[in-house]
């Protein structure tokens, strides 16, 4: 009987420390979080996967490589001088307006990036057109032989432009007469001036009306009144205000 009491209090003591070891287990699992859902180890999202090369791109990072790959929209740089010498645009035309006669001749610089051509095209139109000096002076004009001209229209690369314009100060920007020469600047002739913003069509037929207007005999001028149209003789490559845009001598 002693042996078998002994034996069953020895049994109760150990299933009581068991059961005491098992239940101090389970309540330690309980107070990490592992179990609670609104007690969930903030350390759980730092195992999240980082982002991708392409994710962290489309977010504004900056290519690790931006040589590897050029813009579809990149423009090549323009050349803007030539070979520093120049030569005459063959070419005639009929007599334009009525009154004296001034004839012209067209010139451009050799090896500029432009059709010569199209150019002395564009020239002529402009001084045939009635809105230009024949129609406000009460003059004629014609493309001649240039051993007839009374003047050229030239159109020369900044480094050539400042040379036929001395001693006048162009700066490489500018445009000028001198010596018979309506000297266009190639520069102003492709980008023209923040004064006519995109329309670069206007700004052409303004320079050359302007430089034009030079050889016969029209000075410089002032925006005579805010909103007026702008006189072609002001310089309207260095702006316009008060006055509007205005590209030819008749403004009415």
């Known amino acids: 009987m002693t042996g078998r009491v002994l034996t069953g209090t020895g049994a109760w003591w150990l299933e009581l420390l068991i059961a005491l070891l098992a239940a101090s287990a389970i309540g330690g699992g309980v107070a990490m979080g592992g179990r609670d859902p609104q007690k969930r180890p903030v350390v759980a999202n730092v195992m999240s996967p980082s982002p991708s090369p392409t994710t962290l791109e489309s977010a504004g990072r900056p290519s690790a490589n931006p040589s590897s790959s050029s813009s579809p929209r990149e423009k090549k740089p323009l050349r803007l001088n030539g070979a520093g ?29 432009i059709d010569a051509q199209g150019f002395a095209d564009d020239a002529v139109d402009v001084l045939a057109d009635e809105r230009s000096w024949i129609g406000v002076d009460g003059i ?100 316009i205000a008060p006055c509007e845009q205005s590209p030819w001598p008749a403004t009415s």
């Open 85 to 113: 010498t120049l030569q005459l645009v063959e070419g005639t035309s009929g007599v334009f307006g009525s009154g004296p006669l001034h004839g012209f001749a067209i010139e451009v610089e050799k090896g500029l990036p």
């Open 140 to 239: 004629s004009v014609q493309r001649v032989p240039v051993a007839s001209a009374s003047f050229r229209v030239t159109l020369a690369g900044p480094a050539l432009t400042d040379q036929l314009c001395e001693p006048l100060q162009t700066n490489g920007i500018y445009s000028c007469f001198n010596a018979g020469r309506a000297v266009i600047n190639f520069y102003r002739w492709m980008e023209g001036a923040s004064s006519y913003g995109d329309d670069l069509a206007s700004y052409r037929q303004y320079v050359i009306n302007h430089e034009v207007g030079h050889a016969f005999g029209h000075g410089h001028v002032d925006c005579p009144a805010a909103e007026a149209p702008a006189p072609i003789m002001m310089q309207q490559t260095k702006g």
